[in-house]
């Protein structure tokens, strides 16, 4: 997961200058940032605020999230919990994972009491940290050999968790057995051709020709692709790709009858 930073620089201070005769009073200026965009959906993870406060000034920071960039969809200021620096803000009641757009407000209160001076807090900067996925990731797997020069690949299949925009999808190569190592390698393939990927989980996917009849298929080797909505990662569990001997195909189509041939690779 890639960590990114965003740090928003401003000098906020409030200043009031009271007569010597005059009684205590209370002063509050509020801020309300610019719409920030992350580029994606994004985990928010925690805000740091640089700040000078005296014992009779405070300052208070919300922040909220939204989906849309004109914070149409975000939760109303007035409803928002105030965050605290330098902590995580994913559980904030105005904030939520996958929102690309953030927005703060801070609140500076200060108390003047009857002798003449300067008394406010001051605001420095923002410094707001938020994680996303990478888009893509790819595993390529080590080399199986199947033992048979006549070997055809039938059906792959998987168990996979992909939240809403993310996926996972295949390709195979295979080789030919040359001196018990693999020989020259197919290109990678989904199921038609080398633009494609296998895409569904559940076996509807057929097999390339190019894999499938029985010749330099012995070898095997496959490519898993995880696409990501930058929020979340595709999560896979399990993969079985099925094979055997192309010739006992060949005898089940002309008489019916039926080989234990397949074989299972995990």
Same mark, same amino acid.
């Given at each position: 997961m890639l960590?990114?930073?965003?740090?928003?620089? @401003?000098?906020?201070? +409030?200043?009031? @200058?009271?007569?010597?005769?005059?009684?205590?009073?209370?002063?509050? %200026?509020?801020?309300?940032?610019?719409?920030?965009?992350? %580029?994606? =959906?994004?985990?928010? !993870?925690?805000?740091?605020? =640089?700040?000078?406060?005296?014992?009779? =000034?405070?300052?208070?920071?919300?922040?909220?999230?939204?989906?849309?960039?004109? +914070?149409?969809?975000?939760?109303?200021?007035?409803?928002?919990?105030?965050?605290? /620096?330098?902590t995580d803000i994913s559980a904030n009641n105005c904030i939520t994972d996958s929102n690309r757009y953030i927005q703060y407000q801070a609140s500076l209160n200060a108390v003047y009491g009857t002798? /003449?001076?300067?008394?406010?807090? !001051?605001?420095?900067?923002?410094?707001?940290?938020?994680?996303?996925?990478?888009?893509? %990731?790819?595993?390529?797997? =080590? #080399? #199986?050999?199947?033992? /048979?020069?006549?070997?055809?690949?039938?059906?792959?299949?998987?168990?996979? /968790?992909?939240p809403q925009g993310t996926k996972i999808s295949f390709q195979l190569r295979t080789a030919p057995d040359i001196a018990d190592s693999p020989g020259a390698w197919s290109s990678w393939f989904g199921p038609y051709d080398a633009e494609g990927y296998y895409k569904n989980p559940n076996g509807q996917n057929g097999i390339s020709i190019i894999h499938n009849d029985g010749a330099s298929d012995q070898w095997l080797q496959y490519r898993v692709l995880l696409q990501s909505n930058g929020a979340n990662n595709p999560a896979l569990s399990d993969l079985t790709l099925e094979y055997g001997d192309k010739r006992y195909s060949e005898i089940i189509i002309k008489d019916g009858t039926i080989f234990n041939d397949d074989a299972i690779l995990r």
């Open positions: 960590k990114n930073t965003l740090t928003i620089l @401003f000098f906020l201070i +409030m200043a009031f @200058f009271l007569p010597e005769d005059a009684k205590a009073a209370t002063a509050t %200026g509020t801020i309300v940032s610019a719409i920030k965009d992350v %580029g994606a =959906s994004t985990n928010w !993870q925690t805000i740091a605020w =640089s700040a000078s406060t005296t014992a009779s =000034s405070t300052i208070t920071i919300k922040a909220r999230t939204a989906t849309t960039s004109n +914070m149409s969809s975000a939760t109303a200021w007035d409803t928002c919990d105030n965050v605290t /620096s330098d002798s /003449s001076a300067w008394i406010s807090p !001051q605001l420095n900067s923002i410094v707001l940290n938020y994680a996303r996925y990478a888009a893509t %990731g790819t595993l390529v797997s =080590s #080399f #199986f050999d199947t033992g /048979s020069a006549v070997n055809a690949w039938r059906k792959i299949t998987w168990t996979e /968790s992909a």
